[in-house]
Each structure stands twice: as structure tokens, then as C-alpha cells.
């Protein structure tokens, strides 16, 4: 059955469910850096530890993802909302600029400023619709700092505390 729904009406619906922001890194081919925004992010099973992120197809980010296998999560800090937008600009090649990065266990770079930090590596890939969801197998984990998580709501952005 076909139902026919406004994409913007959907899309009106799903920003009422807030989330936390995270910035989606790996390496490419080339040595590189990658990273874009992205809050389609959710934790998937203890057992294994599975994550996923939804990634459009157009993102120039997935195929260096998919190459290289690996990427990492890095939530973010309320007081990074200029890094939110950094990297779901079309500036690619600035994004990491004035960073403070490191790597953990796959090579991919996590922000030293994150509130905790995911580090993967892919486990599947499903095509669905115009978008691949990628699911990591977790292969480190930690939290790095204390502090208020940025969020997304309603297109907007936001924080709360406990
Ligand atoms: C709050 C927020 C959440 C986003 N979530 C996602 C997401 O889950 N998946 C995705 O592919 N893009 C998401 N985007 C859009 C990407 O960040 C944006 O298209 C970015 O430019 C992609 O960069 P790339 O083409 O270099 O990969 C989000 C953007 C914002 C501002």
C-alpha cells in the first residue's frame, strides 16, 4: 500500500523528536580527513555493540566511509554549535580546521572536545531508499568530558540539562 504523505509534512513530524548532534569522521583513501553532521545516529545492540548512521547518497563523505571501513562519532558539546554547522557546510576541505583531534582505535579522528566518542568499524551497509544506513560494530567507546549536549529539535538547535 501506497501512502501519500508531504515530505515536508514528515519532515515537520520527525524534527519534533529531538536528538543530540554528532559529527560522522573517517580517513579517505587518499589520507584525508572526513567528517559531516549528522543526528540519523542511534545506538542498534549490546551483542554485538552495533550503532548506525543514516547517510544520504549524495553525502561526498560515504564513499570514503565505505572504502576505508571505518568512521567514529563524536557528540557534541552545547558550545559546538559553530562545528555543527562547519561540517554540514559545503566548505569539505575546512571542516577540521583549528581542531583538536585525536584517534583511538581505527584511525578514524575524534573531536578532543566531544562529550563522548563512538569508534567503528562497518559492519553492514543497507541501501534504503535515498539514503545508506551503516551500521558500525563498536570497537571503542568513551566519555571525554562533563557538559550539556547539543541538540536538534524542530530545525533548530538547543541544550538541556538534566
Ligand atoms: C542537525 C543536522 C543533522 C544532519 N543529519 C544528517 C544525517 O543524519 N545524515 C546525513 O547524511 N546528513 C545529515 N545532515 C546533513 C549533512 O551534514 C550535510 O549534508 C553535509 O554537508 C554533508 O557533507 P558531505 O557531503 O561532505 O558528507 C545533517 C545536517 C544537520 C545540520
Redesign the pocket.
Known sequence: MTVRIRSDLFKEAMGRFATG?AVVTTVGPDGDR?G??????ASVSLDPLLVL????Q?????DPLLETGFFALSFLHADDLEV??R????E?DTRFEGLKVRSEVTGAPILESALAWVDCTVWKVVEAGD?HVVFGEVQGCGVSSEGTPLL?FRGG?GTMSP
Open positions: 548532534v572526513v559531516f553532521t549528522a543526528n540519523a545516529v548512521v543514516s547517510v544520504d549524495s553525502s561526498s563523505s560515504l555543527a554547522h561540517f554540514a557546510s559545503g569539505r539514503h536538534y538547535f
